[in-house]
């Protein structure tokens, strides 16, 4: 069973935008991949898909997405199970998406609002138990001291890793990443990918993270899927996205994806599946 299945996916916006062309591609169980692509490709409409925020154009009957074995939507519209799915799936906002006024505890013990009685998670009546889980998962994206501050009152790293520790205590099955380091200095972006990676690796969560440079990517993704204008056009190893090879993709726009002087591929690669190709 693959943990996301999307068949024939096109979407399109007001003004005959075209944000997704024809995207099809898998994700097995307990994968790191990375999403890469200039701006405008595609990426975080692709994420919002597969999240159910989103659903795509009706017209395009084939189209199809499952998430962990189950039908999120197809042939243009959600699937009737749609919020039980999502329950699933963590989601790490750029922009953290945290209640600023509210403790980062609380931010986190938010995270099983979807497997309590919506009373308890109205009047923010939380168990000790549920309270020692938020406690471990901050304790384990390093931010355990921090947990009675106000969300306002952290930097934005610590926010982003108070977002992963959310999708700890939600028990997300896939945790979806969109742009999380995007406007993270680079000390605070390799925290949060650290604690990504950590938990992919720890507790076996498939993780697919868009990236707007591909040096994080090669460090801490076997796979990237690439995108431009809205078309999957490599799906592979990172290892392989040299410089000239972004140029040869991206053209013109690769400078936007230049490797940092820092990147380095992981001392122990995973094999990568045969049909991975450049797909262009």
């Not at 998430?67 to 039980?84: A, N, T």
Request: glycine share 8%.
């Amino acid at each position: 069973m693959s943990a996301v299945r999307i068949t024939d996916l096109s979407k399109s916006f007001r003004g005959g935008c075209r944000a997704l062309d024809a995207v099809t591609l898998s994700i097995g169980p307990a994968e790191m991949v990375a999403l890469i692509g200039a701006s405008g490709s595609g990426k975080s409409t692709l994420l919002r898909h597969i999240a159910g925020l989103i659903d795509a154009d009706r017209h395009a009957g084939e189209a199809r997405i499952d998430i962990l074995g189950q039908v999120m939507q197809s042939g243009g519209r959600l699937s009737r199970h749609c919020r039980r799915i999502r329950a699933e799936v963590g989601f790490v906002f750029q922009q953290f998406n945290l209640v600023s006024r509210l403790s980062v505890m609380t931010n986190v013990l938010l995270g099983t609002l979807g497997r309590i009685p919506r009373w308890r998670g109205c009047l923010g009546l939380f168990s000790a138990e549920e309270r020692n889980q938020a406690l471990d998962a901050l304790r384990r994206v390093g931010i355990a001291d921090v947990a009675l501050q106000r969300a306002s009152t952290l930097s934005g790293g610590q926010q982003q890793r108070a977002a992963i520790a959310r999708t700890l205590v939600q028990r997300a099955k896939l945790i979806l990443a969109d742009e999380p380091i995007a406007s993270l200095d680079p000390a605070s972006a390799v925290k949060v990918m650290d604690a990504l990676a950590t938990i992919n690796r720890e507790d076996g969560i498939t993780v697919l993270v868009s990236l707007h440079q591909v040096d994080y990517a090669i460090r801490y993704c076997p796979r990237t899927i690439a995108m431009l204008a809205g078309r999957v056009v490599y799906d592979g190893p990172s290892s392989a996205l040299t410089p000239a090879f972004l140029n040869e993709l991206y053209g013109s726009e690769s400078k936007d994806l230049l490797l940092g002087p820092k990147a380095c591929k992981p001392a122990d690669e995973a094999p990568y599946p045969a049909e991975l190709a450049y797909v262009r």
